[in-house]
């Protein structure tokens, strides 16, 4: 009698997303666990500097236990599938298995790391050429010989305005998500390029039913036109009230910090100007931004007057020193939540939290938002405290 042989099914999309669902899961106890011993070793501040390469090691140290080797994740595991190559329905090569945890948290990771600087750069690049632009036609009074309505200034300004947007891989990772809603196959772009799919390791019951998430492909669709129909919009009535008065004000007048950085005087650059100071401002550097003197250029506020023990004036607003503001009574009231030491040049965010200026800024870098209360909160509208 001949052997029954079967084939084994390709698995449905439900499976494949509850599978990595679990995974992700389980990488939160390994980092919170990993953020647990930092903090123990080397302290808070250290801990929340570092997220992005805590997460990183973590999810690296997740994969390399079980895909680099060639053992199922616990989220497979569950779900009862298993990774294969699509054009050999073979088990992953150690090259795969290597390139898809390259591409699935290094490139992310590296990415988060590049992009501010590619942005800062480009959009210095071409502020300066409209600069340029504006000043070549400052001395032409009418309306058709505006800078504003050549081709290359509407392009550059249409770069500069969606700059980050355009940079972003979101909009990449939305493609992806939506082509897996519709075909159920390559939850991840990695996977995609690589070829790599999962199977269940049982063949699956008559009665067993797989339902499709095609409604949120369609969904999904449905949102990208709807945003790129008002972005559409937008860049067109945007373009419409761009006049003379406004095309010479935002790029013929200019200042330049202390630490180089040219920043337009036109109160409508609100955005650009913001992306200049958070990006390149010494803050960004933790060594950098305890300097009493660049901190007291960024928050354009004057020194302390408080005396120390050796009668000379304070540096920063410490608050470890009693006779610095005073009027915060309490012990606890003094301390930073996020360092759980007393306050370095206490600042305050929207939503009335105050915390260190190192430690917020750090913060807000990362994750746009107050880490009390997730109130949005952006670096630019922290406030450093003075009295």
Request: aromatic share 8%.
């Amino acid at each position: 009698m001949p052997p029954q042989t079967h084939a084994y099914p390709f698995a449905a999309s439900p499976d494949i997303i509850r599978s990595h669902q679990k995974d992700a899961y389980f990488n939160a106890i390994l980092l919170e666990q990993l953020s647990t011993i930092l903090r123990k070793l080397y302290g808070a501040r250290f801990v929340h500097t570092y997220t992005a390469e805590a997460r990183t090691f973590s999810e690296l140290l997740y994969l390399g236990l079980t895909t680099a080797i060639g053992n199922r994740t616990l989220g497979e595991e569950y779900c009862d599938i298993i990774q294969v190559e699509d054009d050999s329905l073979r088990l992953p090569s150690v090259g795969r298995r290597a390139g898809y945890i390259f591409a699935s948290i290094l490139v992310p990771y590296g990415l988060g790391k590049i992009l501010p600087k590619l942005r800062r750069r480009v959009r210095a690049k071409l502020e300066a050429n409209l600069r340029k632009l504006s000043h070549s036609h400052k001395d032409q009074l009418s309306q058709h010989s505006s800078p504003s309505n050549s081709l290359s200034y509407k392009l550059q300004s249409y770069f500069i305005a969606n700059l980050d947007t355009l940079t972003s891989p979101s909009s990449i990772h939305a493609l992806t998500l939506t082509t897996f809603y519709f075909t159920g196959a390559y939850y991840h772009l990695s996977k995609r390029l690589l070829h790599l799919r999962y199977i269940f390791t049982h063949e699956p019951a008559a009665s067993e039913q797989r339902v499709g998430y095609e409604v949120l492909g369609v969904l999904l669709v449905l949102q990208m036109g709807v945003q790129a129909y008002l972005h559409l919009q937008n860049t067109v009535s945007r373009g419409r009230n761009l006049s003379i008065a406004n095309a010479g004000s935002l790029m013929g007048s200019s200042a330049i910090l202390g630490h180089g950085v040219e920043v337009s005087l036109n109160p409508d650059a609100y955005s650009s100007n913001n992306a200049l100071l958070f990006e390149s401002s010494p803050a960004s550097s933790p060594s950098s931004s305890l300097d009493p003197t660049n901190l007291s250029k960024i928050t354009s506020t004057p020194l302390p007057n408080t005396p120390t023990t050796d009668g000379n004036r304070a540096a920063r607003y410490d608050l470890a020193n009693s006779a610095t503001m005073c009027w915060i009574e309490g012990t606890q009231q003094r301390k930073c939540t996020l360092c759980l030491e007393e306050m370095k040049d206490p600042s305050v965010t929207t939503c009335g939290h105050v915390f260190c200026w190192t430690c917020i800024g750090d913060w807000v870098r990362e994750k746009p938002e107050c880490p009390l209360c997730r109130q949005n909160c952006l670096g630019q509208h922290v406030l450093a405290l003075r009295g």
